[in-house]
């Protein structure tokens, strides 16, 4: 399955002077203008899936009410042309009147909405139902960068846990219409590395914590330290058990995403900081599909220009020797389609830095990166056997 992905990051931040404002990446972007042009360079690209999702934001209104109009317009005509979304429901952000992650009340009304999409979409089969989930809980409750803006243990397993259920409930609710559904995961693969000996102890604990998302969502038998960890803010034990009554682990892919800033050093003061790649995808992939043992595709990667063409050829080098290995590899992604705005800072300055790293530029003119994946995606995508294989990684 290679695919690529139209950003739809939404979350609110808080301006200089004080304001919050919700950053929509579709708008900066451009992709309400030019949403038609968008699906024709999918389809020059040669690519077959797409991440793609509605705005969360705009489309549920209020509790049962729902603006589809944008939805039909883009779902219908990505089925005239043949491309097969893998449906992003929740990037990031929630509509303004459900407040944030911190609302109890969410899960239940993003699994309704869920249901209302599926019923009005029934053919389709892939979803990601919430993305990033560890990304969302950590930069909305733990770095106070997002939407409830809080910086505490007890308020990012508070979101962490609401992100969970409403990601398992609307898989249920998906089901109910949709018995073939496929659920792949977007969660970010981290790692973390201890500088000196006196922070392995905050380095194997953070390595735990980077599991806690997926750990929840498949109903995994977590360490003890992660199970103390949870109740001890916040989380109840029936809340805890209710992840492992309600599973549906056997529809699941493990999405995985893996960008040059996933990996981390662990100071001994408690401080992290950016490392760089150090294992790379190939091994950190391999530590999540030793834990889960579910098919495996890599749903994001990019790295801003210059460097694009050879960070793509590397990340392909990795999921191909994943698969070589015998790791159920389904897919490759490079994320996204079009050049990002304010990624650089996470989103958290609206200052229009146009983020160099698209398949094509926000101009919709294609990059030196979008011919390289093209290429790839023609030379590889109808191998079958390994002297092919062969052939072709050695020319």
Request: proline share 5%.
């Amino acid at each position: 399955m290679f695919a690529t992905g139209i950003e739809n990051s939404y979350p609110t931040i808080q301006l200089p002077d004080g304001s919050t404002k919700r950053v929509d990446e579709m708008e900066k972007a451009g992709h309400y203008k030019y949403w038609e042009k968008d699906f024709d360079l999918v389809t020059e690209m040669g690519i077959e899936f797409l991440r793609y999702g509605p705005p969360y934001f705009k489309t549920h209104v209020a509790p049962g009410k729902y603006d589809w109009e944008f939805t039909d317009l883009t779902f219908n005509r990505m089925k005239e042309k043949g491309i097969t979304p893998i449906v992003d429901l929740c990037h990031f952000g929630v509509p303004d009147w459900l407040g944030n992650f911190q609302n109890p009340d969410f899960p239940h009304y993003f699994a309704e909405y869920a249901l209302a999409f599926a019923k009005r979409f029934p053919y389709l089969q892939f979803y990601t139902p919430v993305n990033e989930i560890f990304i969302s809980a950590m930069f909305s409750a733990q770095y106070g960068w997002w939407n409830e803006r809080l910086q505490s243990d007890q308020s990012f397993v508070t979101a962490l846990k609401h992100l969970c259920k409403a990601n398992v409930m609307a898989m249920h609710e998906i089901l109910k219409v949709q018995s073939e559904a496929s659920f792949i995961q977007s969660e970010s693969s981290e790692y973390f590395h201890a500088v000196e000996p006196v922070a392995a102890p905050l380095a194997r604990f953070l390595n735990q914590k980077r599991f806690l998302s997926l750990d929840l969502t498949y109903g995994y038998p977590m360490h003890v330290t992660m199970y103390e960890y949870l109740l001890s803010n916040g989380m109840t034990k029936d809340e805890y058990n209710w992840f492992q009554l309600n599973q549906v682990k056997a529809h699941c892919i493990m999405g995985n995403d893996y960008y040059v800033t996933n990996e981390h050093l662990v100071h001994p003061n408690g401080s992290t900081q950016a490392s760089g790649e150090i294992f790379g995808y190939y091994v950190i992939t391999n530590q999540y599909y030793n834990r889960y043992k579910l098919p495996i595709m890599h749903t994001e990667t990019n790295i801003r220009m210059p460097a694009c063409k050879e960070w793509l050829l590397k990340q392909w080098a990795n999921v191909h020797r994943l698969k070589q290995d015998g790791v159920p590899v389904v897919g490759f992604t490079w994320y996204s389609l079009c050049h990002q705005v304010d990624w650089d800072s996470a989103l958290r300055n609206d200052v229009g830095n146009v983020n160099e790293l698209g398949l094509y530029d926000l101009d919709r003119q294609i990059m030196p990166v979008g011919e390289a994946y093209k290429y790839l995606i023609q030379q590889w995508g109808g191998i079958v056997n390994e002297e092919r294989y062969g052939m072709l990684f050695n020319r």
